[in-house]
C-alpha cells in the first residue's frame, strides 16, 4: 500500500479538531423535548423507547402512540435505535435527551470514520478535511442531534465500509463480520442502504488500491465474474438479506394484526412517479437544499474540484458509485425525498471525502487568508441555517405545544387515552407521554366522538392556531374550535400558548 509523507498526515490532536467541533454543535439544545423540524417522526421514534422501557416489551414488538385504545404495536423498521435508547431510560429514567445524547455520539463516531474513509481513499490530509465538512454540514449537525435513527444509520454505514476494507488490506476475520453486522443493521434499520450503501461496498470489494491508481474499466466484467464465483461474497450477501427480509415479514405480520403501520408496502406507498421525475420544480428544489443545507453553499465547488480529482483514482470509483446508489434511491422514492431532507443525508458521507480532496486540491499554494475567509464563511452559512431553520423552530414549538404538553401529563393519569387534534402528526402524544387517537378538526363529529368515548377516550387536546405542529390552521376552523370549547364548562385554555383540553363528556361539536 501506498505511503503518503508525513507532512501531508495529520496529528492526534488535530485529528480531534473536527470530532470536537462537529460534537459542540450537535450538544446545541440537547435539552430540548422532541419537537422541531420531523418532530412527527422524531416523536414516533421516542414513544418506541418509552414503551420499550416502561412496559419492558421485546425489541421485536415496537409500540406507538397513535394507537387507539389499542396497545400500539406497528410495522416498523427494526426498532435498534429506540431500544437502545430505552436500555438508557432504565438507569434514570424517561430523559429524551439521552436519545440526542446516542445520536451525537453516534454522529462523532462518524466523523473519526469519515476522516479514516477519506485517508484511505485520497490522503490524510483530504480525510481530515472530509471529517470538517461533515462536521459543519447543517443537515449533518440537525440529525446528528435528533431523536431518530439516521445518525446511528450513517454509523453503521460508514462502520461497514472501513471495516470491509481492513478486511480487504488484511484479511482479518473480525473485520469482515463487524463489517456484515454493520451493513446488515443499516438494511434493518432502512431499507435503501441496500443500494446505496451495496454499490460502495461492491467497488471496495473489487478494486485493488483504493489510493492507486483505479482498474482500468475494461477489467470490470472480469473481476465482478471471479466476485461472483466466491462463496464468501453469497454468503455475506444472502445471510444479510435473509435477516433484512425475515424482520420485515414479521413486521408485516405484526401490522396485519394491528392494523398500525408506516406505509412500508403496497400500492398506497406512492414514493415515486414519472410525473415526478419529470418535475422540474422538485429537482431543483432538492438542488437547493443539497447546496445549502447538506454542503453550506462553500463546499458545492470543492465536491466539484474532488470528483474532477478523483476520477481516475480507487478511491474515485468508490464514491463516484456512492454518488449513483444515492441518485437511483432518490429516483426510486421521490416523493418522500423531497419531503424529508433526511433521505440526503447518505450523500453527506460520501460527498465529505471528495470535498477534503477537492480542498487540498485547491488550498496548495494558495495565500493563507483565502482558506481562513472561506472555512469562516462556511461555518456563518452553517450556523445561520441551524439557527433560523432548526434551533429557532423549536424554541417557537416548545413555546406553543409545552404548556399543553405539561398539563395532560400532570393532570391526567398516565393511562389515560386522549384524542390529539393534530391531524397525523403525533408530535403532542409523545410530549403528553400519552396513547390515544389522531383526528384533524376537520373530522370532529358527534359519531367519532362517541366511538373514542365508548373506547375509552377521557379528553380532546389541541390547538386554535396549529392544525399540526408545524402547520397553521384556517381561521374559519379556529372559529369553530373557540365556540367548542367557550360551550365546555370544564375546558383548560391557555391562553398564551392557545391550547385547548376539554373533557369529551362536555363536547357537542358543530357539523
Known amino acids: 500500500m501506498r505511503r503518503h509523507p508525513a507532512s501531508s498526515g495529520t496529528t492526534p490532536k488535530r485529528a480531534w479538531l473536527p470530532i470536537g467541533l462537529g460534537s459542540l454543535l450537535r450538544l446545541v439544545q440537547i435539552w430540548m423535548p422532541v419537537l422541531g423540524v420531523h418532530s412527527w417522526r422524531q416523536a414516533d421514534t421516542a414513544a418506541m423507547a418509552?414503551?420499550?422501557?416502561?412496559?419492558?416489551?421485546?425489541?421485536?414488538?415496537?409500540?406507538?402512540?397513535?394507537?387507539?385504545?389499542?396497545?400500539?404495536?406497528?410495522?416498523?423498521?427494526?426498532?435498534?435505535?429506540?431500544?437502545?435508547?430505552?436500555?438508557?431510560?432504565?438507569?434514570?429514567?424517561?430523559?429524551?435527551?439521552?436519545?440526542?445524547?446516542?445520536?451525537?455520539?453516534?454522529?462523532?463516531?462518524?466523523?473519526?470514520?469519515?476522516?479514516?474513509?477519506?485517508?484511505?481513499?485520497?490522503?490524510?490530509?483530504?480525510?481530515?478535511?472530509?471529517?470538517?465538512?461533515?462536521?459543519?454540514?447543517?443537515?449533518?449537525?440537525?440529525?446528528?442531534?435528533?431523536?431518530?435513527?439516521?445518525?446511528?444509520?450513517?454509523?453503521?454505514?460508514?462502520?461497514?465500509?472501513?471495516?470491509?476494507?481492513?478486511?480487504?488490506?488484511?484479511?482479518?476475520?473480525?473485520?469482515?463480520?463487524?463489517?456484515?453486522?454493520?451493513?446488515?443493521?443499516?438494511?434493518?434499520?432502512?431499507?435503501?442502504?441496500?443500494?446505496?450503501?451495496?454499490?460502495?461496498?461492491?467497488?471496495?470489494?473489487?478494486?485493488?488500491?483504493?489510493q492507486g491508481q483505479a482498474p482500468p474499466l475494461q477489467t470490470l466484467p472480469r473481476r465482478v465474474l471471479r466476485l461472483l464465483g466466491h462463496p464468501g461474497f453469497w454468503l455475506y450477501i444472502g445471510t444479510s438479506l435473509m435477516a433484512i427480509a425475515g424482520w420485515y415479514w414479521h413486521a408485516h405480520q405484526l401490522g396485519q394484526t394491528s392494523g398500525l403501520s408506516f406505509g412500508f408496502w403496497g400500492s398506497g406507498t406512492d414514493r415515486s412517479s414519472i410525473s415526478l421525475l419529470l418535475d422540474l420544480n422538485g429537482w431543483i428544489n432538492l438542488l437547493l437544499r443539497v447546496s445549502l443545507r447538506l454542503l453550506a453553499l462553500v463546499g458545492v465547488p470543492f465536491l466539484l474540484i474532488g470528483l474532477k480529482a478523483s476520477w481516475r483514482s480507487g478511491g474515485g470509483q468508490i464514491t463516484i458509485s456512492s454518488l449513483v446508489g444515492v441518485l437511483l434511491c432518490t429516483i426510486a422514492t421521490m416523493r418522500s425525498s423531497t419531503i424529508h431532507e433526511y433521505y440526503q443525508l447518505p450523500l453527506l458521507l460520501f460527498s465529505s471525502p471528495l470535498i477534503g480532496l477537492g480542498w487540498q486540491t485547491w488550498h496548495q499554494q494558495r495565500p493563507r487568508w483565502q482558506p481562513r475567509l472561506l472555512l469562516s464563511l462556511a461555518l456563518v452559512v452553517s450556523l445561520t441555517v441551524l439557527s433560523l431553520d432548526y434551533w429557532a423552530v423549536e424554541h417557537r414549538q416548545r413555546e406553543a405545544w409545552m404548556p399543553l404538553a405539561l398539563t395532560i401529563r400532570r393532570d391526567l393519569p398516565s393511562d389515560a387515552r386522549i384524542v390529539s387534534v393534530t391531524s397525523t402528526d403525533p408530535t403532542l402524544l409523545n410530549l403528553a407521554r400519552r396513547q390515544g387517537w389522531l383526528i384533524s378538526s376537520k373530522q370532529l363529529t358527534p359519531e367519532r366522538l362517541q366511538r373514542w368515548k365508548q373506547a375509552g377516550a377521557s379528553h380532546l387536546a389541541g390547538s386554535f392556531v396549529w392544525d399540526k405542529t408545524y402547520r397553521p390552521m384556517p381561521q374559519r376552523r379556529q372559529q369553530l374550535l373557540r365556540e367548542m370549547v367557550e360551550a365546555s364548562p370544564h375546558a383548560w385554555v391557555d391562553s398564551h400558548s392557545q391550547t385547548y383540553l376539554i373533557p369529551i363528556d362536555d363536547l357537542q361539536p358543530r357539523r
Open 50 to 210: 418509552r414503551h420499550f422501557s416502561l412496559a419492558g416489551t421485546p425489541i421485536w414488538l415496537p409500540q406507538v402512540d397513535w394507537s387507539g385504545a389499542s396497545a400500539g404495536f406497528v410495522e416498523s423498521e427494526f426498532p435498534l435505535y429506540p431500544f437502545l435508547v430505552s436500555r438508557l431510560y432504565s438507569l434514570i429514567g424517561v430523559q429524551e435527551w439521552l436519545g440526542r445524547g446516542l445520536s451525537v455520539l453516534c454522529s462523532a463516531l462518524t466523523i473519526w470514520l469519515v476522516m479514516r474513509l477519506g485517508r484511505r481513499w485520497f490522503s490524510p490530509e483530504a480525510g481530515w478535511w472530509a471529517g470538517l465538512a461533515f462536521a459543519i454540514a447543517p443537515l449533518g449537525v440537525y440529525f446528528g442531534r435528533a431523536f431518530q435513527a439516521e445518525a446511528l444509520l450513517l454509523l453503521c454505514a460508514a462502520g461497514a465500509l472501513e471495516s470491509l476494507s481492513l478486511w480487504r488490506e488484511r484479511r482479518l476475520p473480525w473485520t469482515l463480520a463487524l463489517s456484515w453486522v454493520c451493513f446488515t443493521s443499516a438494511g434493518l434499520i432502512k431499507v435503501i442502504p441496500l443500494l446505496w450503501l451495496g454499490l460502495p461496498l461492491l467497488m471496495v470489494q473489487l478494486s485493488s488500491n483504493p
